[in-house]
T-cell receptor, first 112, second 112 residues
Framework: ETGVTQTPRHLVMGMTNKKSLKCEQHLGHNAMYWYKQSAKKPLELMFVYSLEERVENNSVPSRFSPECPNSSHLFLHLHTLQPEDSALYLC???????????FGPGTRLTVL | EDKVVQSPLSLVVHEGDTVTLNCSYEVTNFRSLLWYKQEKKAPTFLFMLTSSGIEKKSGRLSSILDKKELFSILNITATQTGDSAVYLCAVPNAGNNRKLIWGLGTSLAVNP
């Protein structure tokens, strides 16, 4: 399998649940990203990892916790989310942080 | 403040028509402009433009950058229903290529 994959593709959770989103890239890239895409808003960058080290955290609430155990895998741990967190969460990767990013299919998250 | 503005926000055409999508930007220390196509979920990379006046072409899609007037256009000729998607424009912001400034996108619907 090639490219960037994300699981699950759809997730419905309550405000008290704990869940995790997973991203895996098979492109040999060294940088990985989490984005949030809400309706009628531009893509919002949440976190950037380069060589497994977090290099950017754009004032994201602590209820979102990223983890990058190796350069091929990226997780987004979710805890005590709010309904306004419902959105499409996209993972992307690139060779380095200055190169073109390639996106996964996204996880459609609904928080009830 | 850095920003990227796309127009029109939505467009409905018939198969065979030619469309032109616009992306204007205000970004300090401009380096490149990226076009993505987003169908259903994942944005897929189309073009990266760095030099003014040089057309990038891929099949029926082409794009050109005007660094003097600070805009880019994406042309699609002989449109097909499979071209229906949201077309996103993004520009890395000043001094930080990790962070892309995204436009809202142009939603294109091609009717048979």
């Amino acid at each position: 399998e090639t490219g960037v994959t994300q699981t699950p593709r759809h997730l419905v959770m309550g405000m008290t649940n704990k869940k995790s989103l997973k991203c895996e890239q098979h492109l040999g890239h060294n940088a990985m990203y989490w984005y949030k895409q809400s309706a009628k808003k531009p893509l919002e960058l949440m976190f950037v990892y380069s060589l497994e080290e977090r290099v950017e955290n754009n004032s994201v609430p602590s209820r979102f916790s990223p983890e990058c155990p190796n350069s091929s895998h990226l997780f987004l741990h979710l805890h005590t989310l709010q309904p306004e967190d419902s959105a499409l969460y996209l993972c992307a990767s690139s060779t380095t942080v200055t190169d073109t990013q390639y996106f996964g299919p996204g996880t459609r998250l609904t928080v009830l | 403040e850095d920003k990227v503005v796309q127009s029109p926000l939505s467009l409905v055409v018939h198969e065979g028509d030619t469309v032109t999508l616009n992306c204007s930007y205000e970004v300090t220390n401009f380096r490149s402009l990226l076009w993505y196509k987003q169908e259903k979920k994942a944005p897929t990379f189309l073009f990266m433009l760095t030099s003014s006046g040089i057309e990038k072409k891929s099949g029926r899609l082409s794009s050109i950058l005007d660094k003097k007037e600070l805009f880019s256009i994406l042309n699609i000729t002989a449109t097909q229903t499979g071209d229906s998607a949201v077309y996103l424009c993004a520009v890395p912001n000043a001094g930080n290529n990790r962070k892309l400034i995204w436009g809202l996108g142009t939603s294109l619907a091609v009717n048979p």
